[in-house]
């Protein structure tokens, strides 16, 4: 065994590529990050090889490399790169921990730019070391007269990962400090491993070798070919061009470019909605035939998570259609006394004299009666502001920090937005913060559903991207920006004028939003990294109003309780409540708080996306189109949002269908869809024809004209669904040892809620219908919490006191879960 070390020089162009400045230019002081970064590296890196040569027999009627210690490679793929060759070269390539564990610093300190750009400095490394190491190869290759094939990596698309045990056992790879784990991971991770192959006439990375026919995406040959396909994108109203790599998956560079696509799977051909038309007739796989009927193969629509780009292409994505966003809530819950922490105070100070030598700030101090904070931003301004305006000025008070020093003009310009941040939606109110009056409503999509429907794929993908967490993050920071800019524009108003921002949402929410890890949160013992509330400058995170303004997000109870909870509870005063009331928020997390002033106790049901249209054969989020009600004793029997014709089914509409056929006796309290001959009612009877096969499976039609179908697996996820929120609440009123009498109230919360009918849920267990009568939908309880909280600073520290007082319920842990779990199925 042979090993080599080098010295490297490091591309910044590679350094931009990784950070995913392929055709775009940097924003300012990239540059200087990165190069200060290159800079650094040259002390961290540590480049070494460790390579052997390997003699080796192709074996003709197995068609397999057989080597002299008796392994063997059987992969038809690599096979066939290798059989030719005199001898294969079997290498292990690292540049050592030191700025994997200077890029995780940056990591742990919140830096995650800084740590982007220094674990790309450590790919750019990686390449250029492989490039010298290859470099030599062909060289030595060539004074024997041959020719050396493309490095060939285990863990590509036709090698198992797992073929990394055949390198480390003809190499000793811990001589260069690099060891394989159970799981074929390298340590330290800025390594790689691979082979190649020697000798005449072998395909070559240098010579017969076309990249648009190779599947090695990860050459680094390829990237300096540099060979990207143009696709030509139509989505929503808006056209663009982007620039795809060769062998790109679609669905991942349309995300990566900020086209939104719709799925609920974040890319991993499950769901069967990231439905574009492409120009050109593809290969379609059978499992993405199984989402696409003929008339949409007929019309050229694809799904883009299976489709590798190889070449130009026109595309046009398949838009659901605008979601339909609750922001109303009950008139009922008023905030009381406005007292925000953001206040405007005029002040007037004496000009200064040679007997008044006072500094401007002490002037300001003593005019205010405290001695008060001031940032540096706000120092530098104050002599101009107050010589412009005489001394007299107008001064942001935010709590005791001076944030913004005015002219006199702007005494009545104070405002505020809260937010809340929902898995698939967010709504946002814009209020003048002085008088408690709300000026602005807006309502939208969160742009994190592009990464998968749920918390937990969005979770999944901060682990599985380098850059997950920062996409996300910057998703909905620039999102934020975009609402200000909407109030700001319709409004009339300068966003310095908007002096702080109060947030909620369930915690991964909440965690992304601020850009801190929420990894921990999706495993056992699911640990979120705070739960507190947070108050941050917004300049830290980007936001643009005030430059001293301040984000605020209310505190958490638990990985899956998280502020929006908090904040409805805060709303609708159940902690101040003589009564008992059960207030549930259904959703892909079903949150639950049972209690009153005496006693708070909480839990989180893993409802799954069901009840917002994602795993539903026919599922919609609330769009127009979607069927939003159904009743079998009504001509038509269902209607749809925007009274458009039905293309899908959305929550709402999902309950109404199943609670009619258990209602009328077409399914059994098992779920089951019975046969013709089983049903009795005579409603039920009407409707026999209705009972068919779709996917080889008992289905229900509901509309002909669309083809739209509820098929018995769908049903069979509405019961896991409601199964869980049901168990949940039962194993609260278990724990504190109460029955459905003494509950006195039911509040149904956020969008969902709002929209089914009570009738329904209560018909297949979703409430228990003995708490029907009860029942009272309150709207947006979350968003009018943290409403709440921006008004009122005595909101805001009784947030504090709600989430110290709810207990929380594992349920997982819970012995009686699983029993009340699987009685909860049942209708």
Same mark, same amino acid.
């Given at each position: 065994?042979?090993?080599?070390?080098?010295?490297?020089?490091?591309?910044?162009?590679?350094?931009?590529?990784?950070?995913?400045?392929?055709?775009?230019?940097?924003?300012?002081?990239?540059?200087?990050?990165?190069?200060?970064?290159?800079?650094?590296?040259?002390?961290?890196?540590?480049?070494?090889?460790?390579?052997?040569?390997?003699?080796?027999?192709?074996? $003709?009627?197995?068609?397999?490399?057989? !080597?002299?210690?008796?392994?063997?490679? &059987? +992969? *038809?793929? %690599?096979?066939?790169? =290798? /059989?030719?060759?005199?001898?294969?070269?079997?290498?292990?390539?690292?540049?050592?921990?030191?700025?994997?564990?200077?890029?995780?610093?940056?990591?742990?300190?919140?830096?995650?730019?800084?740590?982007?750009?220094?674990?790309?400095?450590?790919?750019?490394?990686?390449?250029?070391?492989?490039?010298?190491?290859?470099?030599?190869?062909?060289?030595?290759?060539?004074?024997?007269?041959?020719?050396?094939?493309?490095?060939?990596?285990?863990?590509?698309?036709?090698?198992?990962?797992?073929?990394?045990?055949?390198?480390?056992?003809?190499?000793?790879?811990?001589?260069?400090?690099?060891?394989?784990?159970?799981?074929?991971?390298?340590?330290?991770?800025?390594?790689?491993?691979?082979?190649?192959?020697?000798?005449?006439?072998?395909?070559?990375?240098?010579?017969? $070798?076309?990249?648009?026919?190779?599947? !090695?995406?990860?050459?680094?040959?390829? &990237? +300096? *070919?540099? %060979?990207?396909?143009? =696709? /030509?994108?139509?989505?929503?109203?808006?056209?663009?061009?982007?620039?795809?790599?060769?062998?790109?998956?679609?669905?991942?560079?349309?995300?990566?470019?900020?086209?939104?696509?719709?799925?609920?799977?974040?890319?991993?051909?499950?769901?069967?909605?990231?439905?574009?038309?492409?120009?050109?007739?593809?290969?379609?796989?059978?499992?993405?035939?199984?989402?696409?009927?003929?008339?949409?193969?007929?019309?050229?629509?694809?799904?883009?998570?299976?489709?590798?780009?190889?070449?130009?292409?026109?595309?046009?994505?398949?838009?659901?259609?605008?979601?339909?966003?609750?922001?109303?809530?009950?008139?009922?819950?008023?905030?009381?006394?406005?007292?925000?922490?953001?206040?405007?105070?005029?002040?007037?100070?004496?000009?200064?004299?040679?007997?008044?030598?006072?500094?401007?700030?002490?002037?300001?101090?003593?005019?205010?009666?405290?001695?008060?904070?001031?940032?540096?931003?706000?120092?530098?301004?104050?002599?101009?502001?107050?010589?412009?305006?005489?001394?007299?000025?107008?001064?942001?008070?935010?709590?005791?920090?001076?944030?913004?020093?005015?002219?006199?003009?702007?005494?009545?310009?104070?405002?505020?937005?809260?937010?809340?941040?929902?898995?698939?939606?967010?709504?946002?109110?814009?209020?003048?913060?002085?008088?408690?009056?709300?000026?602005?409503?807006?309502?939208?999509?969160?742009?994190?559903?592009?990464?998968?429907?749920?918390?937990?794929?969005?979770?999944?993908?901060?682990?599985?991207?380098?850059?997950?967490?920062?996409?996300?993050?910057?998703?909905?920071?620039?999102?934020?920006?975009?609402?200000?800019?909407?109030?700001?524009?319709?409004?009339?108003?300068?966003?310095?004028?908007?002096?702080?921002?109060?947030?909620?949402?369930?915690?991964?929410?909440?965690?992304?939003?601020?850009?801190?890890?929420?990894?921990?949160?999706?495993?056992?013992?699911?640990?979120?990294?705070?739960?507190?509330?947070?108050?941050?400058?917004?300049?830290?995170?980007?936001?643009?109003?005030?430059?001293?303004?301040?984000?605020?997000?209310?505190?958490?109870?638990?990985?899956y309780v998280g502020a929006d909870t908090v904040a409805a509870v805060l709303s609708s005063?159940?902690?101040?409540?003589?009564?008992?009331?059960?207030?549930?928020?259904?959703?892909?997390?079903?949150?639950?708080?049972?209690?009153?002033?005496?006693?708070?106790?909480?839990?989180?049901?893993?409802?799954?996306?069901?009840?917002?249209?994602?795993?539903?054969?026919?599922?919609?989020?609330?769009?127009?189109?979607?069927?939003?009600?159904?009743?079998?004793?009504?001509?038509?029997?269902?209607?749809?949002?925007?009274?458009?014709?039905?293309?899908?089914?959305?929550?709402?509409?999902?309950?109404?269908?199943?609670?009619?056929?258990?209602?009328?006796g077409i399914i059994d309290t098992t779920g089951r869809i019975l046969d013709k001959g089983?049903?009795?009612?005579?409603?039920?009877?009407?409707?026999?024809?209705?009972?068919?096969?779709?996917?080889?499976?008992?289905?229900?039609?509901?509309?002909?004209?669309?083809?739209?179908?509820?098929?018995?697996?769908?049903?069979?996820?509405?019961?896991?669904?409601?199964?869980?929120?049901?168990?949940?609440?039962?194993?609260?009123?278990?724990?504190?040892?109460?029955?459905?009498?003494?509950?006195?109230?039911?509040?149904?919360?956020?969008?969902?809620?709002?929209?089914?009918?009570?009738?329904?849920?209560?018909?297949?267990?979703?409430?228990?219908?003995?708490?029907?009568?009860?029942?009272?939908?309150?709207?947006?309880?979350?968003?009018?919490?943290?409403?709440?909280?921006?008004?009122?600073?005595?909101?805001?520290?009784?947030?504090?006191?709600?989430?110290?007082?709810?207990?929380?319920?594992?349920?997982?842990?819970?012995?009686?879960?699983?029993?009340?779990?699987?009685?909860?199925?049942?209708?």
């Amino acid at each position: 065994m042979d090993i080599r070390s080098y010295e490297i020089e490091i591309d910044e162009k590679s350094v931009l590529r990784y950070l995913g400045y392929k055709d775009s230019e940097p924003y300012k002081g990239l540059l200087d990050k990165i190069r200060n970064a290159i800079h650094d590296a040259y002390d961290l890196i540590e480049p070494l090889v460790c390579f052997d040569r390997d003699s080796f027999e192709y074996d $003709h009627e197995n068609d397999a490399i057989k !080597f002299l210690s008796g392994d063997t490679i &059987n +992969e *038809k793929h %690599i096979v066939e790169r =290798l /059989k030719s060759a005199e001898y294969v070269v079997m290498a292990v390539v690292t540049i050592k921990d030191g700025i994997e564990n200077a890029s995780s610093r940056f990591f742990d300190d919140g830096k995650y730019m800084d740590g982007m750009i220094y674990d790309a400095v450590g790919n750019a490394a990686l390449d250029k070391l492989c490039e010298k190491f290859y470099s030599d190869m062909a060289n030595d290759a060539l004074k024997e007269g041959f020719e050396v094939t493309e490095m060939i990596f285990p863990g590509d698309d036709k090698w198992d990962i797992a073929s990394q045990k055949l390198i480390f056992k003809n190499l000793d790879a811990s001589k260069i400090g690099v060891i394989l784990d159970e799981n074929n991971m390298m340590h330290p991770v800025k390594s790689l491993s691979f082979v190649l192959g020697v000798g005449k006439g072998v395909k070559s990375s240098f010579s017969h $070798h076309n990249c648009s026919k190779c599947d !090695f995406f990860q050459c680094i040959y390829r &990237n +300096e *070919k540099n %060979i990207h396909h143009t =696709l /030509k994108v139509k989505y929503k109203d808006e056209y663009k061009e982007i620039l795809a790599e060769d062998g790109s998956n679609l669905f991942k560079t349309l995300i990566e470019n900020g086209v939104p696509v719709p799925n609920s799977c974040g890319g991993y051909h499950t769901c069967g909605k990231c439905k574009v038309i492409v120009s050109e007739k593809l290969p379609v796989t059978s499992d993405e035939m199984k989402n696409l009927s003929d008339e949409e193969l007929k019309k050229g629509v694809r799904l883009s998570c299976f489709v590798n780009v190889d070449r130009d292409l026109s595309i046009t994505v398949l838009d659901e259609g605008k979601i339909s966003v609750l922001t109303g809530s009950m008139g009922l819950f008023e905030v009381g006394n406005v007292n925000p922490r953001v206040k405007k105070i005029r002040i007037k100070l004496d000009i200064p004299t040679l007997d008044d030598q006072r500094d401007d700030f002490k002037r300001i101090c003593g005019a205010l009666g405290f001695d008060a904070k001031i940032p540096l931003s706000v120092l530098k301004g104050l002599p101009g502001v107050l010589e412009k305006n005489g001394y007299n000025a107008i001064c942001v008070l935010r709590r005791n920090e001076v944030i913004s020093v005015e002219g006199v003009d702007f005494v009545g310009s104070l405002y505020g937005v809260s937010l809340d941040i929902g898995t698939t939606t967010i709504a946002a109110y814009l209020y003048d913060i002085d008088t408690g009056k709300m000026i602005d409503v807006f309502s939208g999509v969160n742009p994190q559903r592009s990464y998968g429907a749920d918390v937990i794929s969005r979770i999944n993908y901060t682990i599985a991207k380098e850059d997950g967490l920062y996409r996300l993050h910057v998703a909905i920071i620039e999102e934020i920006n975009r609402i200000v800019d909407y109030f700001c524009e319709r409004q009339g108003i300068s966003n310095e004028n908007i002096y702080e921002i109060v947030m909620v949402g369930n915690t991964v929410m909440i965690h992304l939003a601020l850009g801190v890890p929420a990894k921990n949160i999706a495993n056992s013992p699911y640990i979120p990294s705070f739960t507190s509330s947070i108050e941050v400058k917004s300049r830290d995170l980007e936001i643009d109003i005030n430059k001293e303004g301040y984000v605020v997000t209310l505190p958490m109870v638990a990985s899956y309780v998280g502020a929006d909870t908090v904040a409805a509870v805060l709303s609708s005063r159940i902690s101040e409540s003589d009564d008992i009331i059960l207030l549930v928020d259904i959703g892909t997390n079903g949150e639950i708080v049972l209690g009153n002033k005496d006693f708070l106790i909480s839990c989180s049901a893993a409802a799954g996306p069901a009840f917002e249209g994602a795993g539903i054969t026919f599922g919609l989020s609330g769009v127009e189109g979607a069927i939003d009600h159904v009743d079998f004793e009504r001509d038509p029997v269902f209607t749809t949002i925007g009274g458009k014709a039905a293309k899908g089914i959305c929550g709402s509409g999902i309950v109404d269908v199943v609670a009619e056929l258990f209602k009328h006796g077409i399914i059994d309290t098992t779920g089951r869809i019975l046969d013709k001959g089983e049903v009795t009612s005579v409603v039920g009877k009407k409707f026999l024809d209705r009972i068919v096969q779709y996917d080889h499976m008992p289905s229900f039609l509901i509309d002909e004209a669309g083809g739209i179908y509820l098929t018995q697996k769908d049903i069979r996820q509405v019961q896991l669904a409601k199964g869980a929120i049901q168990a949940g609440i039962n194993i609260l009123m278990k724990e504190m040892n109460i029955v459905e009498k003494d509950i006195k109230k039911v509040y149904l919360a956020g969008g969902f809620g709002s929209y089914i009918s009570v009738e329904s849920a209560a018909e297949i267990g979703l409430i228990p219908k003995g708490l029907k009568e009860k029942a009272v939908q309150i709207g947006n309880a979350a968003g009018l919490g943290a409403s709440f909280a921006l008004l009122s600073d005595e909101m805001l520290e009784k947030s504090k006191a709600i989430r110290d007082k709810v207990k929380y319920i594992e349920l997982s842990n819970n012995p009686y879960f699983q029993e009340e779990f699987l009685k909860s199925l049942y209708f």
